[in-house]
């Protein structure tokens, strides 16, 4: 759901607390190795958990994790391992930051991490890609009175983008917060 090269820059700037968790998932298991090298290679330490079993993330695995905190990639198939954010968050809790960089829309995803999850916060990157998460941020404005968009912005061609067909050169971003953290009960 996070870009490998997103997740080391985020860590690398800002590092992990000690006892939080950070996240992300991969499709393909040579992405996950690679994400691991490369956060590893700056001094932190990544493990990799497989979802390739029939019932993906189980609560033994989740007990795991919840007694590891650290960076873990998770590896498999979002669409495969629906469960894993009910599983993974009724082990560890609900989730400060959920940030999504997917290639296909999620929109069969989102409400289920929304509720097994309930993230603070979610960043959606590429939110000008048809076909990408962008829909969501315009969606939670539009539908809900529960979230609020905090920022957003755009990355200008050599800045980090990666120039398609679809939008000349700027990847667009959007920074949301839930509306009780706007009013002080978060």
Do not use: D
């Given at each position: 759901m996070v870009a490998s090269r997103d997740v080391a820059v985020y860590l690398i700037m800002a590092g992990p607390k000690r006892g939080s968790?950070?996240?992300?998932?991969?499709?393909?298991?040579?992405?996950?190795?690679?994400?691991?090298?490369?956060?590893?290679?700056?001094?932190?330490?990544?493990?990799?958990?497989?979802?390739?079993?029939?019932?993906?993330?189980?609560?033994?695995?989740?007990a795991l994790v919840k007694e590891n905190p650290g960076v873990w990639i998770l590896h498999g198939d979002v669409f495969e391992n629906l469960g894993v954010f009910n599983a993974l968050c009724s082990s560890i809790g609900s989730l400060d930051l959920v940030m999504l960089d997917p290639p296909l829309d999620l929109r069969g995803v989102w409400p289920l991490l929304d509720t097994a999850c309930k993230p603070k916060f979610l960043a959606v990157h590429n939110a000008n890609l048809p076909g990408h998460a962008g829909w969501l941020p315009a969606h939670l404005r539009r539908t809900t009175g529960s979230w609020y968009e905090m920022m957003n912005g755009s990355l200008a061609r050599g800045k980090g983008s990666h120039p398609s067909v679809w939008e000349r050169g700027e990847r667009s971003w959007s920074l949301m917060g839930r509306e009780y953290l706007a009013s002080g009960y978060g």
């Open positions: 968790y950070f996240f992300t998932m991969e499709r393909h298991l040579g992405n996950a190795y690679h994400a691991q090298n490369i956060l590893e290679s700056v001094g932190i330490p990544t493990q990799i958990l497989s979802l390739a079993r029939p019932e993906g993330l189980n609560s033994r695995m989740a």
